[in-house]
């Protein structure tokens, strides 16, 4: 059974390495490629790399602009903003990785069973989701982070609560359209459960959709966690948080530009590399699913 | 006949759909006994289908079975707990469809799906794998060790329908329902096909619910045969008989639309009835060349005439 067992895995192998090869094959999906593995490293190796401790104040060094001493300047407390930027990365792609995956998992679970049993429950779990957009989701985040109180934790439980439908509408969607396929009429007539064929025939058919958001929905978790810091219902200073280092040098913007810029150079890179990768990534399943 | 080993009694099913009610079924009657093969033919829509998923009880959510009985060894099965119908399935009833590329899952491999009708009975590991690949010989086809491998769409149509045959045999069910198996097919593929199941089902003693539109493949393959018209069982025999003698007006109409050289094509006058709104008596009267005043008032019922020959038509007494 071994080796016929091999065989099935590498011809999934092969399918992802067709997937990475239509994704690395577009211009933007190799730039969000390469941002995003960038981003990746860095939040390993960024504390190695930091020249300075994030937290050291030093005040006579304060507000100083880029040199070759403080690449990216200092903030008004005198710490190097580079060493800052660097730990922050770390920090935002937790926040939105472990975000995603709150809120993803949950979507998927209620959108699944959502979409394959129908009736009340789905109804019922529509409703609510409708709840969900008929707010924009900073506002809600802002409520659920205000209620909560500022720290990362409840930054990312704040931000999943308000993450998790988009899943379940996707999800859903998706399943009303295999659950009338003629294989799931198949697999329950040789008498495959609910459960058996929901895991081992539906999910694998709406994964896609999931992944594809998911990475979308990384640079937009990034945004919004930043902008929860930046308004104080996200991180706490002196946390070296884009959003909230964003919003310590709005004060010395017109003065001391390097303050504000640097940080949100590093939001707004992260934002799109993550865009551009999903894109590309929505495409290239396109293309294999042939759609 | 003894008991036979499946028994549709006055089946009534009604969908609900946006338009209104949609009496598809208006009290069906049919038998399948043991190791025979029964064809159920008519026209698209006239509910041959749904007479099948009602069976396996595969039915829609907007599906309601209103009455009847579906008698599977005496039992019941409208009367079964979801639990006990999903332990039926593909034990000891299975199913094989009409698109057979459309019922494998196309990012499931062969061999996974075929394993999981073992699974989902509990027969797991080397000893499945074994009983899947001589099933898979079993139904012609070369080379399984390779194949269990491959995914769907690397199949021809008749290639996956064999799979689809051995997937529904693997369990030794006691019937087996057809749905269209070869409606999809090329004709040379198709006849393999029909050989194909006549061979099995006769080596396994497995009865087979053969659903068709096609009286040529039905006259190949049967013992006997149902004619279904708009919801109803019209007419049910020998299969023999009933091409040499059809009793019910529909039938005979149905025979004289086949195509013949050197004989003028008959078609059956009218359209097929809407069934949200069925005709009243007998569903088949605007368009029944024999139409008596009773036929627009009362239903006829499925009537013996003779052992074994049942029509449901006021031509032939009964009430």
Same mark, same amino acid.
């Given at each position: 059974?071994?080796?016929?067992?091999?065989?099935?895995?590498?011809?999934?192998?092969?399918?992802?390495?067709?997937?990475?090869?239509?994704?690395?094959?577009?211009?933007?999906?190799?730039?969000?490629?390469?941002?995003?593995?960038?981003?990746?490293?860095?939040?390993?190796?960024?504390?190695? /790399?930091?020249?300075?401790?994030?937290?050291?104040?030093?005040?006579?060094?304060?507000?100083?602009?880029?040199?070759?001493?403080?690449?990216?300047?200092?903030?008004? /407390?005198?710490?190097?903003?580079?060493?800052?930027?660097?730990?922050?990365?770390?920090? +935002?792609?937790?926040?939105?990785?472990?975000?995603?995956?709150?809120?993803?998992?949950?979507?998927?679970?209620?959108?699944?069973?959502?979409?394959?049993?129908?009736?009340?429950?789905?109804?019922?779990?529509?409703?609510?989701?409708?709840?969900?957009?008929?707010?924009?989701?900073?506002?809600?985040?802002?409520?659920?982070?205000?209620?909560?109180?500022?720290?990362?934790?409840?930054?990312?439980?704040?931000?999943?609560?308000?993450?998790?439908?988009?899943?379940?509408?996707?999800?859903?969607?998706?399943?009303?359209?295999?659950?009338?396929?003629?294989?799931?009429?198949?697999?329950?007539?040789?008498?495959?459960?609910?459960?058996?064929? /929901?895991?081992?025939?539906?999910?694998?058919?709406?994964?896609?959709?999931?992944?594809?958001?998911?990475?979308?929905?990384?640079?937009?978790?990034?945004?919004?966690?930043?902008?929860?810091?930046?308004?104080?219902?996200?991180?706490?200073?002196?946390?070296?948080?884009?959003?909230?280092?964003?919003?310590?040098?709005? /004060?010395?913007?017109?003065?001391?530009?390097?303050? +504000?810029?640097?940080?949100?150079?590093?939001?707004?890179?992260?934002?799109?590399?993550?865009?551009?990768?999903?894109?590309?990534?929505?495409?290239?399943?396109?293309?294999?699913?042939?759609? | 006949?003894?008991?036979?080993?499946?028994?549709?009694?006055?089946?009534?099913? !009604?969908?609900?759909?946006?338009?209104?009610?949609?009496?598809?079924?208006?009290?069906?009657?049919?038998?399948? *006994?043991?190791?025979?093969?029964?064809?159920?033919?008519?026209?698209?829509?006239?509910?041959?289908?749904?007479?099948?998923?009602?069976?396996?009880?595969?039915?829609? !959510?907007?599906?309601?079975?209103?009455?009847? $009985?579906?008698?599977?060894? *005496?039992?019941?099965?409208?009367?079964?707990?979801?639990?006990?119908?999903?332990?039926? &399935?593909?034990?000891?009833?299975? %199913?094989?469809?009409?698109?057979?590329?459309?019922?494998?899952?196309?990012?499931?491999?062969?061999?996974?799906?075929?394993?999981?009708?073992? =699974?989902?009975?509990?027969?797991?590991?080397?000893?499945?794998?074994?009983?899947?690949?001589?099933?898979?010989?079993?139904?012609?086809?070369?080379?399984?060790? &390779? @194949?269990?491998?491959?995914?769907? !769409?690397?199949?021809?149509?008749? %290639?996956?329908? &064999?799979? %689809?045959?051995? %997937?529904?045999?693997?369990?030794?069910?006691?019937?087996?329902?057809?749905?269209?198996?070869?409606?999809?097919?090329?004709? #040379?593929?198709?006849?393999?096909?029909?050989? @194909?199941?006549?061979?099995?089902?006769?080596?396994?003693?497995?009865?087979?619910?053969?659903?068709?539109?096609? @009286?040529?493949?039905?006259?190949?393959?049967?013992?006997?045969?149902?004619?279904?018209?708009?919801?109803?069982?019209?007419?049910?025999?020998?299969?023999?008989?009933?091409?040499?003698?059809?009793? !019910?007006?529909? #039938?005979?109409?149905?025979?004289?639309?086949?195509?013949?050289?050197?004989?003028?094509?008959?078609?059956?006058?009218?359209?097929?009835?809407?069934?949200?709104?069925?005709?009243?008596?007998?569903?088949?009267?605007?368009?029944?060349?024999?139409?008596? $005043?009773?036929?627009?008032?009362?239903?006829? &019922?499925?009537?013996?005439? =003779?052992?074994?020959?049942?029509?449901?038509?006021?031509?032939?007494?009964? $009430?």
């Amino acid at each position: 059974m071994g080796d016929r067992m091999e065989g099935a895995r590498r011809t999934s192998i092969r399918g992802s390495l067709l997937m990475a090869r239509l994704v690395l094959s577009s211009p933007t999906g190799f730039a969000g490629a390469v941002i995003v593995a960038g981003l990746l490293i860095l939040s390993l190796i960024g504390p190695v /790399l930091a020249p300075y401790d994030p937290y050291k104040q030093d005040m006579s060094e304060r507000l100083m602009p880029p040199s070759w001493e403080h690449p990216f300047g200092t903030d008004q /407390l005198g710490r190097d903003i580079l060493s800052r930027v660097l730990y922050g990365c770390r920090i +935002s792609l937790s926040i939105a990785l472990l975000v995603v995956a709150i809120s993803a998992t949950i979507g998927l679970l209620l959108g699944l069973v959502s979409g394959y049993f129908g009736g009340l429950v789905d109804e019922a779990l529509m409703r609510v989701t409708d709840l969900f957009f008929a707010f924009p989701r900073l506002i809600l985040a802002m409520a659920v982070a205000a209620a909560l109180g500022p720290s990362i934790i409840n930054t990312m439980l704040a931000i999943a609560t308000v993450s998790w439908p988009v899943y379940a509408r996707l999800v859903r969607a998706c399943v009303l359209q295999v659950r009338n396929e003629t294989y799931i009429e198949a697999a329950r007539a040789i008498g495959a459960g609910h459960v058996r064929i /929901l895991f081992r025939h539906v999910l694998p058919m709406v994964v896609h959709v999931v992944l594809v958001q998911a990475t979308l929905d990384l640079g937009s978790i990034i945004l919004l966690a930043a902008g929860l810091s930046f308004i104080g219902l996200g991180a706490p200073p002196p946390t070296p948080e884009w959003g909230l280092m964003v919003s310590e040098g709005r /004060l010395y913007i017109r003065s001391q530009w390097w303050v +504000s810029t640097f940080p949100g150079l590093a939001i707004m890179i992260s934002a799109l590399g993550f865009n551009m990768l999903g894109d590309a990534l929505r495409d290239a399943f396109d293309v294999r699913l042939g759609r | 006949m003894s008991s036979p080993l499946l028994e549709v009694r006055d089946l009534i099913v !009604h969908f609900y759909t946006r338009e209104g009610v949609v009496k598809a079924l208006d009290g069906v009657m049919l038998s399948v *006994g043991r190791g025979e093969i029964v064809s159920l033919v008519g026209e698209t829509g006239s509910g041959k289908t749904v007479t099948a998923l009602s069976i396996m009880r595969l039915l829609d !959510h907007n599906a309601r079975i209103v009455r009847g $009985e579906v008698l599977f060894e *005496g039992r019941n099965l409208l009367q079964l707990s979801e639990e006990e119908m999903r332990r039926i &399935r593909g034990r000891e009833i299975s %199913m094989i469809f009409q698109e057979p590329k459309s019922a494998l899952n196309p990012v499931l491999t062969v061999g996974f799906q075929l394993r999981e009708a073992l =699974e989902a009975h509990g027969e797991e590991g080397e000893a499945a794998l074994e009983k899947v690949l001589s099933m898979l010989r079993r139904v012609g086809l070369p080379d399984p060790e &390779r @194949l269990v491998n491959r995914y769907p !769409h690397e199949l021809s149509g008749g %290639m996956a329908q &064999r799979v %689809m045959i051995a %997937m529904a045999l693997l369990m030794r069910p006691k019937l087996l329902i057809a749905d269209e198996p070869t409606s999809a097919l090329d004709v #040379t593929v198709q006849a393999q096909i029909l050989e @194909l199941i006549q061979s099995l089902v006769r080596e396994m003693n497995t009865s087979v619910l053969f659903i068709t539109h096609d @009286l040529g493949v039905a006259a190949e393959i049967s013992d006997r045969i149902a004619v279904m018209y708009a919801g109803v069982v019209v007419e049910q025999g020998n299969v023999y008989d009933v091409f040499e003698e059809p009793l !019910h007006p529909y #039938t005979r109409g149905l025979l004289a639309a086949i195509p013949r050289p050197g004989r003028e094509l008959m078609a059956i006058e009218g359209e097929v009835p809407s069934l949200l709104n069925p005709p009243s008596g007998c569903r088949f009267h605007p368009r029944c060349p024999a139409v008596m $005043e009773v036929c627009k008032r009362v239903k006829p &019922r499925l009537v013996e005439v =003779e052992p074994g020959r049942l029509v449901a038509c006021h031509l032939y007494g009964g $009430e």
